[in-house]
Structures are given as structure tokens and as C-alpha cells.
């Protein structure tokens, strides 16, 4: 179970995306626009059979499933899709995200998605004028002296940056350009301009918004011939605005100019982002083509304008979906249309033959290549023959359903049609799907060119500088707008804090290591808080009973060594592994007894009856549970067994270890959003605090809205039950509280800082009566970030601080890396501070953030970010994924997902 839901925890979950919503009649009207005539013409006998592989399949006429609805053909237009099958360089994480030992146990799923897009260009349909950026605020406390710690070995660190040695410094003009006759077609767009590059002198064009650094006339009418049909094209360019130096947009501009210096490169533009098409790399075992690439960032940073560059891998696979079909055929000839649906729905396709992204929202099997659409001219054509005239493709199978894309709204809004029809043949499938992921030789064959080295990564950061600045036509463009490249990688300063002290029963202490690993320590310590489990039942199938016993003679005994005492357990034999055959059997042992903790074993991680475990032990009849894997019954039984008893003791309410905390009433908070992969529409927040001042004790809520943001109005009412208990506990409040943020984008910044955290201030100062009784920090902590450094072409060695150089000028942020990697290169967690009332110096809040990488209980070393997160990310995704409905609050004072 450890890889159920890989990728879905960030909003990449499947869905089937409201597909009955649409109906196929005369005048219907779509969302983008357009009203469309009647639907696309459909014959009333059977689609023409065809041959999928080695036999023949033919669909028969009836009506459409019923998880089908047809509908209105809409015009097949071109689109710009974002293209989510990116692989970022696996193992970057490290062992603590989702940790290795943590796979013995189905408890805990792992998830996360590597990857993000660069702030690209301003794509087709760019409003007129200043397209409204989302303002960037000033956090930056007045308060705060400086942002820059003091504490650590100072040392001097790399990063994938070059600095921008000379900038454009005079006003850059902006222009609509506009096309009569209307050409969808960016690429013939662009050529058409380029035939009077004389008249324009040096500009950037993205097939709607030209920018130039001086001015041309207000208004210009140009003509280009069209080659491909000679028509006469008028091409009307209008003036709609300018930027100056220090303007919202301006840097904007330097992307725009570097993503077209990449296309000079001959890369391949999938989606939004460069790949090098004729270096990929063939998977053949595995039909999997791995290309590399490239992303890029300009930003504004501390004194200087650097460019990100990173290196990114996209997974292509070599089937294409109408050999998908086919497999599925085979395999399941009865129920082909329902295994094809829940392997496509969601998969995002590349079309070769205008290299966009698509992701499948539904598929019509009423619809064939056959069945005809109508052009903006009235005329109706098929699909067949609208791909042979435009693209020279000629489809081979006229009997294949047809896929169903639904826009974006963003791209509805700039005209594009709602609903996008695709060919099967015509679409090769991207990414990873979850079966794949669990493949351990497949994700081992990708580890291989995907975890890149620090060395190996510097190395190919050169190589790519080094073509920015031979290729004549980039120095050529990059000269005409005054812009030069270092070449050199960025030198930073940085700092590396002494190792934390990890704290144990009876006070005893030992340095948490080079690599942040206490795994050994554990073994011959007694726990920071130890617990006594004398009442619990172990649930198995009969085969297995033998197996069972033994390994629960080891874990009593690993328990005992770390002063924890496990009484011998009830066992219940049951004949099958089915769903209902446990969750009927937990119902008569919590109707006959009450259990402090049920144990289950099971065959697989099969993932309804992990859910209906969970769903039973945490909502219907509340009592900590574990899930075991029965092939770990036998595998390096004394190492499992150990973090099979620290998961024990903490779903418990015990705790394995702490460290050195400052000596205040310290409340530390984590908040994390994921979404529900079965309904696109709702996400759950989970909210975790601490309840102690050692903070092993956490309360924990969640809560489900349907914004389908990852933001969350319940937050400030889930804090104020934390400090309810917290004040049942203790009789009195935290004086401080730190609260880390996961899950916020660039663009949802603002929000949050105008309303959650306002709403939280509200709160508090209800609750304390003067809001100046409390001290609160709010940081936003991002994982997926493209920030890569290196010390001494290694990894930097876990508590590396940089906060200089590299971070905003604008906001109180710094990146700490917490992790020791062996393979790939480490990714730092960033962090950005909103808001701080606590009146810290940054290198104290700099180290009490460090700190609590060290205790997330589920790995005995550091974890990426802190502690609260982590477990907030880990209710939220046993809910969103599994239960999908608030747990019992009974137990939210213990760690019972853990």
C-alpha cells in the first residue's frame, strides 16, 4: 500500500469530471461561446469492425453505456494542455518523505508528484494590455533587523542559477496582434510576422502579444501570403500598453525571451514546457521512452536577475491509446469498454501531429473517425477527413471510439472550444499510472537516468549554458535586447547548523549523525514516552496464524527493549481476505469487547480493503488500527518489527524520542489539502497541532470543502479546538505558535495572507482577549520547487541553511535542506514567512523549523519538512484517498494514521 495514490494527493487525482452534463441536439451552446449546429451525423448501422491486434472486435448498435452520455460534436480546435507525465529526478526527496521504512506497514501510503511549470509566456487569447499577475506581497516584517541567521559552519555552495550579467534598461512596448482571416495555428502565426521582421526590428511574439524595445506606429496593418492555400492575410498590430523597468510584467518578459531561445535549441515544446525529442532515451522492457529536458525561470533575487535552470525528464509511452483498447479487448472482450475507461480516464495524451497536451475527461463510444463536425465556415466534415486534409494523416481504424477532452476554463476563455474530440490512434500516452509506479524493476530502470548526481547534474547545466551561448541565433537575440548569460553556476553563502540531539527515555541523548539517521539508537533505547498495550486483537487468515504468532514473539520483545511492554494479543482466524469478511469480523469484536488497538494482517495491499479497514476503525467504531502486509512476516523480522512497535506506541499516545526545545509554551501547527481522486470537486484539510511542550502529542482535524483550492475557511475554527484541548490539558495557553502551511501556490499567497491568516488573527484574539498576548508565525513551506545546490559537487550535508543570494528581496524566506540523499541530488524545502508577531531573530526561527524535521515518527531520521506537516499530509491523504468522511473525534488526540 505504500504506493497507492502516488501523484493524486496534489490535485492530479482521476475523476470522470461531470460527463453528463452535455446532451447531443440542434443549437446547443457551449460554455466557451460558440453554438454549435446539429451533432455530427451518425450511421445507423454498426461501426466498421477493424482488426485490434490478432482478432476481430465489432461494436454493436444499442445505446451508450450508462456511464456515457453522448454528445454534441464541438470543433475540433487546437489546445495547450499542461503536461502532467513530467518525471523529476526520483529519490530527491530522500528516505523520509515517503519513507522506505515505512513500506512494511499498508499504514502508510506514500505520495507526492515531482515537477512545475516555469512562468512562461502569455499564451493565445492574452487579454488586451496587462494581463493581471497576481500582486506579489511585500512580507518582509519591518520588525525583522535581518533575515539572515548566524548560527553554523559558514560555506560556500553552488546553485543551478546564472546570473543575468546585462539586462534590458529602457521601455518595452506591447502590441496586439491580430489575424483576418483567423489562423488558430501559433507556428503559422509566427511565420507570417516573421516576413516583416524589417518593419518590426527586434521582438518577442507568442502568437498574440508582441513586444518590441522601441515604438512602432499605434496602429499597423500589415499582409502576409499563406503558403499552404496562398490566401492574403491582413495582420493588424495595435499598441496596448508599455513596461518600465521594476513593472509587474517586466520580468515576465525575460521568460518570454528565454522560452524563445529554447525553441531555437530545435527542442520539442510538449505542453508548456522543452524537450530534447533526439536524446530521449528508450525503456524497451518496458515500452517506455524517457526524453529529457529543460525548465526555466528568471526571476528578481536578493541584488541580482537570475535564471533557474533545471534539468526535467517526461515519461512517453510508445502505446498509443488505440493500442490500449486493444490490450483491453484482449484481455476482457465482455467488459472491454469499462477497463479501457479506468485506464484512460485522466491519462494525459501528446498528438504528435501539433505536439499538445490533452487530458482524457471522457470517452465516446458512439463516436467513430467517421462521425462528422462542423468548421467555422458551416461546413460539415468527418474527423477522418479533417486530419487527411490538414495533417496528411491518413487513420486506419475507422471503428474506434472516440476520446473526449474538456478545456480548461482559462482556455475556454480565450475562445477555445469546451470539448476537444481525439483520435485513439493519433494519441500516445503520458506519464506514469499507479500499476506502473508499483512496478519496482520499472521505477528501478527510470532511477537509472532520472536520479542524476550532483556532478552529473552540474555537468549537464554546463552543457546546456554552454548552447545558450554558442548557438549564433540565441547570441544573436540575446544581443538584440542587451541580454547576457554568466557562465558561471551562482556562488552562495550558506550555512550548515551542528546536529541536533535526539532525546529518549530517562533522559538519555545521542547525536542525530552525519546523515540524520538514529535508526541504530533506537534499537537499545526506551522510548521518550512508553506505553502498555495489554488489551488487542490480531485479525489473520487461518494459513498464515503460524507466521503471525512467531513475528508477534519478536515484536513483545523488541517492544520490551525500548520500555515498552506488549501483553500477548486475542487472535481471530478468519477463512478469507474479502472486505466485508473484516470489517464484519472488527463489528463483532467491538460489539463483544473493547480493544485499544485491532491488528490486521492481509494478503496484498488492495485498496478497498485497506479502506474499509479504516474506514471501519476510524469513523464507525473508533480504535487505533494497524494494517500489515503478511509477505513482511518473514523479511528482516526484527528491523520491522522495531518500527512496527514505535507505530504502535504512537497510535497509542507514546512517543519514541524528541529533541532540545527553547524552554516556552510553544504550540507548532501543520495544515495540508488533499484531494479526493473520486470527486474532483471536494478536498479535505487536515490540520495537526501539538499538544506539549516536548511536542510528541498532537491534535488533529479535518475537515472537507469543495473549493476545489487548496485552501481551507475551517482552518481558524480546527485551530481554536487545538487550543481548547490544549487549555484542558494544561490550563493554560501556548504563548507562542508556529504554523506551517503546506500546499500554497504562488498565486494563492495573497489569499491566504488577506484571509486565513486574518481570520486566524481574528480568532485568536477572541480566544486570548488581546491578540498582543500571543506570538504567532505563519510560513507557507514549498516542496516542489526547481532550487537545486551542490557543496563541492556533492550534496550539501543535512541542516544546510541558504538564505541569501537565491531568496526574494520581498519576503522573509530562506530554504533549509533536512536530508541526507545518496542517490540523485537533494532538493531543499523553502520556506516564506507571512506573517511573525514573535519577535525571533531568523537564524531561531531558522532553527526551530530544523528541528522539527526530526520528528515525524515514521522514519528514524530527518523528513523534508516539519513534523506537523508531515502528519498533516498524512491524515489528509488517508481521508481523501480511503475514508472520505471526517474521522471519529475520539481519537484526535492520538496519531492513529500514522
Request: hydrophobic letters at 30%; charged letters at 25%; one cysteine or more.
Amino acid at each position: 500500500m505504500s504506493n497507492q495514490g502516488r501523484g493524486k494527493s496534489r490535485g492530479r487525482g482521476r475523476g470522470q469530471d461531470d460527463k453528463r452534463q452535455y446532451s447531443r441536439g440542434p443549437g446547443y451552446s457551449q460554455g466557451s461561446g460558440y453554438s454549435q449546429g446539429p451533432g455530427p451525423s451518425q450511421s445507423s448501422q454498426p461501426p466498421q469492425s477493424f482488426q485490434p491486434s490478432t482478432s476481430e472486435w465489432s461494436r454493436k448498435p444499442g445505446p451508450p453505456q450508462t456511464s456515457q452520455t453522448p454528445y454534441t460534436r464541438p470543433q475540433l480546435t487546437q489546445s495547450t494542455g499542461r503536461a502532467v507525465g513530467r518525471l523529476g529526478p526520483r529519490g530527491d526527496s530522500g528516505p523520509g518523505y515517503a519513507g522506505k521504512s515505512e513500506k512494511m506497514d499498508v499504514d502508510d501510503p506514500s505520495s507526492g508528484t515531482s515537477g512545475q511549470g516555469d512562468a512562461g509566456a502569455l499564451g493565445r487569447g492574452a487579454m488586451r494590455g496587462r494581463r493581471p499577475l497576481p500582486a506579489e506581497i511585500h512580507t518582509k516584517p519591518s520588525t525583522l533587523v535581518s533575515k539572515k541567521g548566524t548560527t553554523g559552519a559558514k560555506v560556500m555552495l553552488q546553485a543551478n542559477y546564472f546570473k543575468l550579467l546585462a539586462t534590458t534598461d529602457w521601455c518595452l512596448y506591447q502590441y496586439r496582434v491580430d489575424f483576418s482571416p483567423e489562423e488558430d495555428r501559433t507556428i503559422v502565426r509566427k511565420g507570417l510576422l516573421r516576413l516583416h521582421k524589417e518593419t518590426l526590428g527586434a521582438y518577442i511574439f507568442d502568437g498574440t502579444v508582441l513586444y518590441t524595445s522601441h515604438r512602432i506606429q499605434d496602429e499597423l496593418e500589415l499582409w502576409s501570403n499563406r503558403q499552404s492555400d496562398d490566401t492574403k492575410i491582413r495582420i493588424t498590430v495595435r499598441l496596448v500598453g508599455d513596461m518600465t523597468r521594476g513593472d509587474q510584467h517586466y520580468i515576465q518578459f525575460f521568460n518570454i525571451i528565454m522560452r524563445k531561445c529554447l525553441g531555437l535549441l530545435k527542442l520539442q515544446l510538449v505542453g508548456r514546457d522543452f524537450f530534447d525529442a533526439r536524446s530521449k532515451v528508450e525503456v524497451r522492457d518496458f515500452r517506455l521512452e524517457l526524453w529529457p529536458g529543460y525548465l526555466t525561470s528568471i526571476r528578481q533575487h536578493e541584488s541580482d536577475i537570475l535564471m533557474c535552470a533545471e534539468i526535467t525528464h517526461k515519461v512517453m509511452r510508445q502505446q498509443t491509446l488505440l493500442d490500449i483498447l486493444n490490450d483491453c479487448y484482449q484481455l476482457s472482450r465482455h467488459d472491454y469498454k469499462k477497463s479501457y475507461q479506468d485506464q484512460v480516464m485522466g491519462v494525459v495524451v501528446l498528438t504528435d501531429y501539433n505536439n499538445n497536451t490533452y487530458r482524457i475527461t471522457d470517452i465516446d463510444f458512439d463516436a467513430t473517425p467517421n462521425s462528422t463536425f462542423q468548421l467555422k465556415n458551416g461546413e460539415n466534415i468527418s474527423y477522418k477527413d479533417y486530419y487527411r486534409n490538414k495533417y496528411q494523416i491518413k487513420i486506419r481504424n475507422d471503428s474506434q471510439p472516440m476520446l473526449v477532452s474538456r478545456l480548461k476554463p482559462r482556455e475556454r476563455r480565450a475562445g477555445q472550444t469546451e470539448l476537444v474530440y481525439l483520435v485513439p490512434e493519433l494519441c500516445r500516452a503520458t506519464g506514469l499510472t499507479d500499476n506502473m509506479r508499483e512496478n519496482f524493476n520499472l521505477m528501478r530502470a527510470l532511477a537509472e537516468h532520472t536520479r542524476v548526481s550532483p556532478k552529473s547534474r552540474i555537468d549537464k547545466l554546463m552543457t546546456f549554458n554552454r548552447r545558450l551561448r554558442s548557438e549564433p541565433a540565441i547570441v544573436q537575440e540575446l544581443n538584440d535586447w542587451n541580454l547576457k548569460l554568466d557562465e558561471r553556476l551562482v556562488e552562495i553563502p550558506s550555512r550548515i547548523l551542528p546536529q541536533e540531539k535526539i532525546v529518549f527515555g530517562g533522559g538519555r541523548q545521542a547525536p542525530a549523525g552525519q546523515f540524520a539517521d538514529w535508526t541504530r539508537e533506537v534499537h537499545n533505547k526506551h522510548l521518550f514516552n512508553v506505553v502498555k498495550l495489554s488489551n488487542w486483537v490480531v485479525i489473520c487468515v487461518n494459513r498464515v496464524r503460524r507466521d503471525v504468532e512467531k513475528f508477534v514473539g519478536i515484536l513483545q520483545e523488541v517492544a520490551n527493549a525500548m520500555g515498552c511492554r506488549i501483553e500477548s494479543p486475542r487472535f481471530w482466524d478468519i477463512n478469507d481476505d474479502r472486505s466485508n469478511t473484516y470489517t464484519d469480523t472488527l463489528e463483532r469484536i467491538m460489539s463483544s469487547s473493547n480493544p485499544e488497538l485491532v491488528y490486521c494482517v492481509v494478503s496484498n495491499n488492495r485498496t478497498d480493503r485497506y479502506g474499509a479497514i479504516k474506514k471501519k476503525c476510524t469513523v464507525d467504531r473508533p480504535v487505533p488500527s494497524q494494517v500489515f502486509l503478511a509477505k513482511n512476516l518473514t523479511k528482516n523480522t526484527r528491523s520491522i518489527a522495531t518500527k512496527v512497535a514505535i507505530q504502535l506506541a504512537c497510535k497509542l499516545g507514546g512517543a519514541p524520542w524528541s529533541v532540545e526545545l527553547p524552554p516556552i509554551n510553544l504550540m507548532v501547527v501543520g495544515f495540508d489539502v488533499c484531494h479526493d481522486p473520486t470527486d474532483k470537486s471536494r478536498d479535505y484539510g487536515a490540520m495537526v497541532a501539538s499538544l506539549d511542550k516536548n511536542l510528541t502529542r498532537y491534535f488533529s482535524a479535518v475537515t472537507a470543502h469543495t473549493s476545489g483550492e487548496e485552501l481551507s475557511n475551517e482552518f481558524s475554527v480546527n485551530l481554536a479546538k487545538a487550543l481548547h484541548c490544549y487549555r484542558q490539558l494544561h490550563q493554560n495557553l501556548p504563548s507562542h505558535i508556529v504554523i506551517y502551511r503546506d500546499g500554497v501556490g504562488d498565486g494563492q499567497i495573497p489569499y491566504v495572507y488577506e484571509h486565513e491568516v486574518e481570520q486566524i488573527k481574528s480568532k485568536l484574539a477572541g480566544i486570548y482577549g488581546d491578540i498582543s498576548v500571543v506570538k504567532m508565525a505563519f510560513v507557507i513551506v514549498t516542496k516542489r520547487i526547481n532550487t537545486r545546490v551542490f557543496y563541492n559537487q556533492n550534496n550539501p550535508p543535512p541542516g544546510t541553511i541558504i538564505d541569501d543570494r537565491i531568496t526574494n528581496p520581498m519576503k522573509y524566506d530562506f530554504y533549509i535542506i533536512s536530508q541526507s540523499v545518496r542517490q540523485g541530488t537533494v532538493s531543499p524545502c523553502a520556506y516564506n514567512v507571512i506573517a511573525d508577531t514573535t519577535g525571533w531573530r531568523a537564524d531561531q526561527l531558522q532553527r526551530i523549523t530544523y528541528k522539527l524535521t526530526h520528528m515525524y515518527y515514521n522514519w528514524c531520521g530527518t523528513v523534508r519538512v516539519p513534523a506537523p506537516c508531515q502528519y498533516a499530509h498524512k491524515l489528509a491523504f488517508l481521508v481523501s484517498q480511503f475514508i472520505r468522511r471526517p474521522p471519529s473525534t475520539q481519537m484526535q488526540n492520538l496519531l492513529y494514521y500514522l
